[in-house]
């Protein structure tokens, strides 16, 4: 029984990270289009933001909350400047935007690596977060860890406030509009271009928020974002385009089915079948779990 | 009287391409750049196939190095067996002691038939299956960029997984022998050479021909506007199926040719850095010429050997810089300069829409 809950809660907990590093791109590749592949290195610079804070502030309860602002607004910047410098250019070329981007990321991978060296660092684990609850005590209790509790609630609060920018204020309705159709948001007097860099401000402080939490489950180094953004995109893929909502059960169920996967079988193996069975779920649904229903043709 | 002319300066090219292949390049190069070029030729002959799948295709195939790890794979299994001699294990395998009898998976390769067979079959039987269910169902653009990359990652990390059987991150290496032929021998290392460029220059002429086919008007069709073809009664999907099996065995040639030229193949030569470097090469080079992929192709692996022994971290600004500014400012490649350069239009615009 509690090797289920236990199961479980180690799918929940990799689909919070999933979600965290997914969320930013669907802003920015969802509702945009943009096919940002340098968000992986957004979420380093986010991750390497919670590494440097520790210098100064030697308490690491306290740099770790310090950081989650400072990393939104370090990524949000480099994002808003990506976006200005280049990619308002190529809003009509998706594919290329992908290219551009990841030459784009190559230079910032190196950039860390000069910066930081090549070796994984390590950022302290504030001690309110190295514990765990234990839940059934006994021979076989269940236990959750802090720290993926943590990612869990921030997760899910990040969803939240999105969610609420997004259908609450001016500025998600302008961002919705120029989602739904650019030229009329255009004629109603809505600054498109300056709603798109702010969408990507957005969208890439996100990832600077997954960086810090993916400080407390692995190490920091130049090719973390390498790692995780096959994944991230997978997810969208799943969800479905400029649906947070699909985001969010996509995230979960891609964590769950890897963690199910990876108790019957290997790391490895798991990870090909999770590919195998987005393959046959999008014959399924080709456009992801939500959609919007149009008379487009695509 | 224009078609004669193309047809005049491209045999003109090829002539040339063959000169310097096979005169040139061996005798001015010492073993060691031969060698070396060979494997740039091996990129070259993976980017022919990104030139036909996306230059021609539109659809940007982000994971060949699935397909050239299968071919690569599918040779080196063989030479492996080769050198362990009959009923031997590979060295590695009695290295780690845990394999005693060979995986069954591993024993028709014993057979230099069913690995040649092989080299072809598994990429594209993979890509067929692949693209089957993805084209069919309109997967495309992003998604489908997205899907391959994916795959390629994949394969890599299965790779890694089953390391008693696969050799794991350190891959496949230390071939002695080629069909019969020692590997060690200079000479026979030339010949390696000569085989390559000679698929290469085989596989130019008949995509070329491709190309100027009516298959060819078709891809550029469905390419550019996917719904009129459908509605004019082809099936786009079984287009872009053709084009993406096509490359797919394409990168399987070049990873079979890549192991007796270099002598290894390993999982970091297939995950999605080196899948995505095929690409820049082309796309460098100019992806919807397939001279300009190639040309692309090899000077971008030239550069990168040159450069980074000598700089590493400055090559990496430097590639990802080079590959920032052509894709958005030349997105028809260097060899679009020419035409700009003879103020036409390049040939290659409506791929910026694709």
């Known amino acids: ?298 | 009287m224009t078609d004669l002319l193309t047809r005049r300066r491209a045999l003109i090219g090829y002539a040339a391409a063959a000169v310097l292949l096979f005169a040139l390049a061996p005798l001015v190069l010492s073993d060691f750049r031969l060698g070396q070029f060979s494997r740039y030729l091996c990129f070259a002959i993976v980017a022919v196939g990104i030139s036909l799948a996306w230059g021609r295709g539109g659809m940007l195939v982000l994971g060949q190095g699935l397909f050239f790890g299968l071919g690569g794979y599918a040779m080196a299994m063989h030479m492996k067996l080769a050198d362990a001699g009959d009923g031997g294990l590979p060295d590695f395998m009695l290295l780690y002691g845990t394999a005693e009898a060979l995986p069954w998976w591993w024993e028709p390769f014993r057979s230099p038939v069913v690995a040649l067979a092989a080299v072809l079959l598994l990429p594209m039987g993979l890509a067929a299956v692949i693209g089957w269910f993805v084209f069919r169902r309109r997967v495309r653009g992003a998604y489908f960029a997205i899907l391959s990359q994916a795959l390629a990652a994949a394969f890599a990390i299965l790779l890694i997984g089953q390391q008693t059987t696969t050799g794991g991150a350190n891959g496949l290496t230390d071939f002695q022998g080629f069909f019969g032929y020692s590997l060690l021998d200079p000479a026979n290392r030339r010949t390696v050479y000569f085989v390559i460029a000679g698929t290469l220059l085989a596989l130019m002429l008949l995509t070329r021909q491709l190309f100027r086919s009516r298959y060819g008007e078709l891809l550029v069709a469905v390419r550019d506007s996917e719904e009129r073809v459908r509605f004019l009664g082809y099936d786009p999907a079984l287009v872009k199926l053709a084009a993406y099996v096509l490359s797919a065995g394409m990168a399987g040639i070049a990873g079979a040719l890549f192991v007796p030229a270099v002598g290894i193949i390993s999982p970091a030569l297939i995950g999605i850095v080196p899948s995505i470097q095929f690409v820049i090469g082309a796309a460098i080079g100019g992806r919807a010429s397939i001279a300009g992929a190639v040309i692309g192709a090899v000077a971008v692996a030239w550069a990168q050997t040159t450069l980074s022994e000598e700089f590493p971290s400055a090559w990496t600004y430097f590639q990802g810089g080079l590959f920032v500014l052509v894709i958005a400012f030349l997105p028809g490649g260097i060899a679009s300069l020419w035409h700009l350069a003879a103020r036409r239009r390049p040939r290659t615009e409506t791929v910026m829409a694709a």
């Open chain 1, 1 to 298: 029984m509690t090797v289920i809950l236990s199961q479980s809660f180690t799918g929940i907990s990799i689909g919070a990270v999933l979600l965290l590093i997914a969320l930013g791109l669907s802003l920015t590749f969802g509702q945009m289009g943009v096919i940002n592949m340098a968000h992986g290195e957004f979420i380093m610079a986010g991750a390497y933001t919670v590494y440097l804070l520790q210098g100064p502030i030697s308490s690491a309860g306290v740099s770790l909350l310090l950081a989650l602002p400072v990393a939104f607004l370090v990524a949000g910047a480099m994002g808003a400047l990506l976006e200005w410098l280049l990619i308002r250019r190529l809003y009509a070329r998706p594919l290329d935007t992908l290219l551009v981007t990841w030459g784009i990321s190559l230079m910032l991978q190196q950039l860390a690596r000069d910066l930081f060296g090549a070796p994984n660092v390590h950022a302290e684990a504030p001690g309110w977060l190295s514990g765990r609850i234990t839940l059934f005590g006994g021979d076989d209790p269940l236990t959750l860890p802090h720290a993926r509790l943590f990612i869990l609630a921030l997760a899910l609060s990040a969803v939240v406030v999105l969610t609420l920018v997004l259908r609450r204020t001016p500025l998600g309705r302008r961002i919705r509009a120029v989602v739904q159709h650019r030229d009329l948001a255009e004629a109603s007097g809505i600054a498109t271009a300056r709603v798109d860099r702010i969408t990507f401000f957005i969208g890439s402080g996100l990832a600077g928020l997954a960086g810090v939490a993916l400080t407390l489950v692995g190490p920091i180094g130049p090719t973390m974002g390498t790692n995780v953004i096959i994944d991230a995109f997978l997810v969208i893929v799943v969800g479905g385009i400029g649906q947070l909502r699909g985001a969010v059960v996509a995230a979960f169920a891609l964590g769950v089915l890897q963690a199910v996967m990876e108790y019957s079988t290997t790391v490895s193996v798991a990870r090909v079948t999770v590919l195998i069975a987005i393959v046959a779920f999008l014959q399924w649904r080709p456009q992801g779990i939500h959609t919007l229903r149009t008379r487009s043709l695509a």
